[in-house]
């Protein structure tokens, strides 16, 4: 038989097994047109589930525990095994350009462990002491990789920057020696921030820097047996000092990229030739042509040339439906991995981001879409029953989901200026809430992989419900909502969420359409959309914020004292309640307060302007406004402040008296501005304390601060 066709029929067995572990590995050389098919088989394999690991296994071992192989990838590697998890994506650190946690000597060995500074004390860097024992953290994932029929990606960060913290007079551990040297590398420096990304970033323009990445690639490829590597450019978004000054990439800059990708492909074609078997090229990225192309990364261009073999994409934000990824890549033949990165959506009550059901409906969303497989980034508990759940699409089909109309809520504009500008994709959510009036509904998309006539099919009943966060919401009678056009009825309110039963006829697979509308209010003089009486802390439907050791709060005679006595960053403490204020309609927020000392605010916003109602012991005034004050004693009782909005006008009474009246006090302030009324002491530079007997509003709309669809399905 000819020696070619046996080297390919090997090749098959190797794609077919997921690992060469069953048939031995390769040792002949191949040429370049029989590793080019090779490589094309392996890169359309099966990976129902890729694993990213971000390394810290080894940076942060527990300090009671033995340095073993087997101690160590018991932490996050171990029980993965008999999982949907076909490969694993191992990222030695890289934190800091040129820090490593492997056995390296063209980067620099990154030994030194974060109690040295103040980090989990508890623990310590293991890398150097798994190198004293004849191997290190990657070469131990290789070998279980291995053994586990799993493949073994290496995966570099290519410009990871969280040793952002370092300063000249307070040193980070991550801030490699390479930076310290040559401080021009850089894209900015620590006493002059950039813009955009962040001011340690490497800059790729610089030839030194694609020549260090080339190396530091070339010698993993050479020295460890991994199926592929990982060039993962979205961790973190910088490359350029142009981007990170507020411009865009130049064609020369993009183009020093492609070159140093075609390098890199030549390089995994020369090593996989030798050692007789593929190295795999996957990158991770935005997923928009164009974001990519004015952050310096030539995404056709690099797909047109085949520079890579599998497409992964977003992290921080998303700014597309996975289909536009998936069309992308498979226009050019490249498998699409969706990335399923953990969620950092802050102030959720109800239903969470992080929860099992959300996994599994984020996954069913990529797969209905077309995914080849999923890419799950920051989620690294080994032992969770997503690792045996999501891989499988037809078994996930039957499986309780929650679906988010955003898990993401990042900002694109913080790496790229006009970053906003390509994101196609709703946001809603705590951090992103919708005002909603009856002159301006709201109007979103919410993506739902089911295919609910297949699961009937299978003798499956689904049931779904619309789950509306709405904290000042009273009754559901006062909203207006359609799916997909037609009006849904029987809303129940329970603890600022209004639930709405789904017909299950009228889900469709892919995106919904949702409409909320406001009934004009219909609250009396006396009416509150939000009270607060000051017999206990506020509750869940206001948000509070993390204060510092210098604030304190003590519930005293039925009113809640909130105190600031520091004056650094970080010292004021507030409650917030997102109330729905119409910028054109009136509303009203009031006050019963007893002021101890220096400043305390009573905060009003509508999404356009905002004022503070400033408490001092001898005087009220506006913040934005300070010369519409009024002179009196607030320390001597409690006296009632009333603050009311009509459209930009505001007026400010005490105990019932006309006190501050500001035309205009109210209009546009430009950026984007909350929509909230709060209360609490100072802000970072002053100190205050006062005691809260109550505070109430009444605002004509309502904020939706989120909105959830739950999927479960009785079994047959």
């Given amino acids: ?62 300090e009671k525990e033995k340095t073993t192989v087997e101690g160590f990838l018991a932490q996050r590697t171990t029980p993965l095994a008999g999982t949907q998890v076909d490969a694993l994506a191992y990222c030695s650190i890289s934190s800091g350009f040129s820090y490593f946690t492997h056995n390296t000597k063209a980067g620099t060995v990154l030994a030194r462990s974060g109690r040295e500074f103040g980090i989990l004390p508890d623990t310590r860097n293991i890398s150097q002491e798994l190198i004293d024992l004849g191997t290190d953290c990657l070469q ?195 498998p699409v991995y969706p990335c399923l990165s953990d969620s950092r959506v802050r102030g959720e009550t109800r239903f969470r981001r992080a929860s099992p059901a959300s996994y599994r409906g984020r996954a069913m969303n990529a797969w209905a879409a077309g995914a080849d497989g999923l890419h799950v980034f920051n989620f690294f508990n080994p032992k969770a029953p997503m690792w045996a759940e999501i891989g499988d699409p037809e078994a996930l089909a039957t499986m309780d989901k929650l679906y988010f109309v955003s898990v993401r809520d990042g900002d694109p504009r913080s790496y790229l200026a006009g970053g906003r500008e390509y994101r196609t994709v709703p946001l809603l959510g705590p951090s992103q809430p919708r005002m909603i009036t009856a002159s301006q509904p709201a109007n979103v998309d919410i993506v739902i992989g089911d295919d609910v006539p297949a699961v009937q099919s299978r003798g499956y009943q689904p049931a779904f419900k619309l789950h509306l966060e709405t904290p000042a919401i009273g009754k559901a009678e006062q909203l207006h909502v359609r799916w997909n056009g037609a009006e849904l009825s029987g809303g129940k309110v329970q603890d600022g969420w209004v639930d709405y039963l789904l017909p299950p006829a009228g889900v469709k697979r892919g995106a919904n359409e949702v409409q909320i509308a406001v009934e004009p209010s219909g609250f009396a003089a006396d009416e509150w959309s939000v009270a607060y009486d000051g017999s206990a802390k506020p509750g869940r439907q206001w948000s509070r914020d993390p204060g510092s050791p210098r604030t304190e709060e003590e519930l005293i005679d039925g009113a809640l004292r909130i105190a600031d006595r520091g004056e650094s960053g970080g010292d004021y403490l507030y409650y917030r309640y997102a109330w729905g204020a119409d910028p054109q309609g009136e509303t009203v927020a009031e006050a019963r307060v007893k002021v101890i000392s220096g400043s305390s605010f009573l905060i009003v916003s509508n999404g356009v302007g905002g004022e503070r109602l400033g408490l001092w012991p001898d005087r009220i005034e506006l913040f934005h406004n300070r010369q519409r004050q009024f002179k009196m004693d607030t320390t001597d009782d409690f006296h009632v402040y009333r603050m009311e909005l009509k459209g930009p006008d505001l007026k400010v009474y005490v105990d019932g008296e006309l006190r501050i009246d500001a035309p205009g006090a109210m209009g546009p302030r430009g950026g984007s501005t909350s929509n909230d009324v709060a209360f609490g002491a100072a802000n970072s530079g002053m100190m205050g304390e006062a005691c809260w007997d109550h505070v109430q509003a009444r605002a004509s709309g309502l904020i939706c601060r989120d909105l959830v669809v739950s999927a479960a399905f009785a079994r047959p």
């Fill in 1 to 62: 038989m000819d020696r070619s066709l046996i080297c390919l029929m090997l090749t098959a067995l190797l794609t077919l097994a997921g690992t060469e572990a069953a048939v031995g590995r390769a040792a002949e050389a191949m040429s370049l047109e029989q590793l080019r098919q090779a490589r094309h088989q392996l890169a359309h394999r099966q990976r129902r589930v890729i694993m990213n690991n971000d390394g810290c296994d080894v940076l942060y071992f527990s």
């Fill in 140 to 334: 131990a994932v290789v070998d279980f990789g291995h053994q586990h029929q799993m493949e073994v990606f290496w995966s570099m960060r290519m410009n990871d920057t969280h040793d952002a913290a370092h300063r000249p007079d307070t040193p980070y551990f991550l801030f490699p020696p390479l930076k310290y040297e040559h401080p021009e590398w850089l894209v900015g420096e620590p006493v002059k921030r950039t813009p955009h990304g962040r001011w340690s970033s490497v800059d790729y323009a610089r030839p030194e820097i694609r020549d260090l990445a080339f190396r530091y690639l070339e010698e993993v490829c050479r020295n460890y047996d991994v199926d592929g590597i990982e060039l993962d450019f979205f961790r973190h978004l910088c490359y350029f000092k142009s981007t990170a000054s507020g411009g865009v990439a130049s064609d020369e800059e993009r183009a020093v990229l492609t070159e140093l990708m075609a390098r890199v492909r030549k390089m995994t074609e020369d090593v996989g030739s030798q050692r007789g078997r593929p190295i795999l090229v996957a990158v991770r990225v935005p997923d928009s042509v164009g974001f990519c192309r004015d952050m310096g990364f030539d995404l056709e261009r690099w797909l047109g040339d085949r520079l890579f073999d599998l497409l992964i994409t977003t992290c921080y934000f998303r700014l597309n439906p996975w289909e536009c990824s998936v069309q992308l890549g498979h226009k050019h033949d490249v």
